[in-house]
């Protein structure tokens, strides 16, 4: 069993940074890929970053629209998961979570664990 919970969100006007933070329980976070989806209001959760426990070549992906603006990282020895976001827009306002998937994959359906997820809200 995977803990995880969200700290970092909160109000921002556009244009400005956030760093948020995933602390996990998990002993073995090392093997574990991470990512960071969201969820606004009226609309379907969607995927923002991941990363994977290792791998050779690029272990990182993130979706088009945070591409170049949202950088993911990993502590393995904090057990800790990390999304820097800059050049933040309103329509980056969401339920941030993070999610745990066992092994190294980039498949969203193996994602078997979830924070509780905290507020990003980006004013105009």
């Known amino acids: 069993q995977v803990q995880l919970v969200e700290s970092g969100g909160g109000l921002v006007q556009s244009g400005g940074s956030l760093r948020l933070s995933c602390a996990a329980s998990?002993?073995?976070?090392?093997?574990?890929?991470m990512g960071w989806f969201r969820q606004a209001p009226g609309k379907e959760r969607e995927f923002v970053a991941a990363?994977?426990?290792?791998?050779?070549?690029?272990?990182?992906r993130y979706a088009d629209s945070v591409k170049g603006r949202f950088t993911i990282s990993r502590d393995n020895a904090n057990n800790t998961l990390y999304l820097e976001m800059n050049s933040l827009q309103p329509e980056d306002t969401a339920i941030y979570y993070c999610?745990?998937?066992?092994?190294?994959?980039?498949?969203?359906?193996?994602?078997?664990?979830w924070g509780q997820g905290t507020q990003v809200t980006v004013s105009s």
């Open positions: 990363i994977k426990w290792r791998g050779i070549g690029v272990n990182t």
């Open positions: 998990a002993g073995t976070f090392d093997r574990y890929t």
């Open positions: 999610a745990a998937a066992y092994g190294s994959t980039w498949s969203e359906s193996r994602y078997n664990y």
